[in-house]
């Protein structure tokens, strides 16, 4: 079986299942992922990031094949807050708040 043809004709549902089966251990019906079931999924689920999702965020698999890493400058300015945005404007939906149980 080769790589680069199954990568090619996999659509984008049977990535989710591969992806879900790597990254859990279980396939979405519940069954355990045997280890070595787990590693080809997770090279399948890698190759086909980098031929269909062209993504640059952080630690994923790029066009070329390379982990994508981000400086910390990189990363600040991805995540800087908008410059209209001020302090006295957060409202209560926008951010996350956790209470001791």
Do not use: C
Not at 7 to 13: I, W
Not at 58 to 78: D, P
């Amino acid at each position: 079986m080769d790589l680069s043809n199954v990568v090619e004709n996999m659509t984008s549902d049977m990535y989710e299942r591969l992806k879900h089966a790597a990254e859990t251990g279980r396939w979405p019906n519940g069954t355990v992922v045997e280890q070595s079931q787990r590693e080809s999924a997770l090279q399948l689920s890698m190759a086909y990031q980098a031929k269909h999702l062209n993504s640059d965020e952080m630690l994923t698999v790029g066009q070329n094949g390379e982990i994508v890493h981000k400086s910390k400058a990189e990363l600040r300015a991805q995540f800087k807050k908008p410059s209209n945005a001020s302090d006295n404007n957060i409202n209560a939906d926008d951010i996350a708040r956790f209470t001791d149980l």
